[in-house]
């Protein structure tokens, strides 16, 4: 059987990774689960960036223009004074999704009680959906994929589940996930036969 190339754009947004005091983890932990979810073969666009408003909605505006039909950020998300990745994404979007942020928000308030001070948005831009996800590294895997128990027993939903369906939706490419690391929801209608 064969899969859909997909383009996904990733972005990492921090002062201190852009700018070399520590190394950026962002962008490897957002290549490396979308590696292990998606079956797909995957074109990654890349950027690191500091936290300017202009330039993140610059950057995401690139993104949706090179034909990325998922675009992820990391970082930024927080209530400090420098982080406004939620105001540059609204910046640039046609629709609001606020599903997954509230979802986000729940999944994360499992691994950490200051979860509700991310205040990450989704929105769709043309045929590409744009998520933010926190800055920490290992929030990536826990807001994507959700909370397992430890026979891999799903207790709450990651916000992948709903991802490849709101891009069929869009008219995007077909996402076919690994279901041993997140099942993709869609109706019987929209399934594509293997
Ligand atoms: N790109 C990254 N690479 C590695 N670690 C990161 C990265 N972004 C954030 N972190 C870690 O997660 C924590 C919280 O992320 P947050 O986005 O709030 O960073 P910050 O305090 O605004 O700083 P900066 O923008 O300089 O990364 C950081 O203090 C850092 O330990
Ligand atoms: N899953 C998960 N969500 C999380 C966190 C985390 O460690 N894991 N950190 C929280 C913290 S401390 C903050 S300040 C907000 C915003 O983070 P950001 O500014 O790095 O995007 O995300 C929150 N959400």
């Known amino acids: 059987m064969s899969f859909d190339e997909v383009r996904i754009g990733i972005v990492s947004i921090s002062d201190r990774a852009s700018s070399g005091v520590y190394e950026d983890k962002g962008l490897p932990a957002l290549k490396d689960w979308m590696s292990r979810a998606l079956l797909n073969p995957i074109t990654f666009e890349s950027r690191l960036i500091p936290d300017e408003q202009a330039a993140i909605s610059a950057a995401l505006i690139e993104l949706v223009d090179a034909g990325c039909s998922l675009v992820l950020t990391t970082g930024g998300t927080g209530p400090a004074l420098r982080d406004v990745t939620p105001e540059a994404t609204l910046a640039v979007a046609h629709k609001e999704m606020p599903g997954f942020g509230e979802q986000m928000r729940q999944i994360s308030l499992h691994f950490v009680p200051t979860a ?4 990450q948005v989704a929105v769709i831009r043309d045929k590409c959906l744009i998520l933010n996800l926190p800055g920490q590294p290992k ?6 994929e959700g909370l397992k128990d430890a026979e891999g027993k799903q207790i709450v939903p990651g916000i992948f589940a709903a991802v490849p369906y709101c891009i069929d939706l869009i008219g995007g490419p077909y996402f076919d996930t690994d279901d041993s690391i997140c099942k993709a929801w869609r109706p019987k209608t929209a399934i594509r036969p293997k």
């Open 139 to 144: 929030s990536i895997a826990e807001t994507l």
């Open 116 to 119: 509700i001070l991310s205040r």
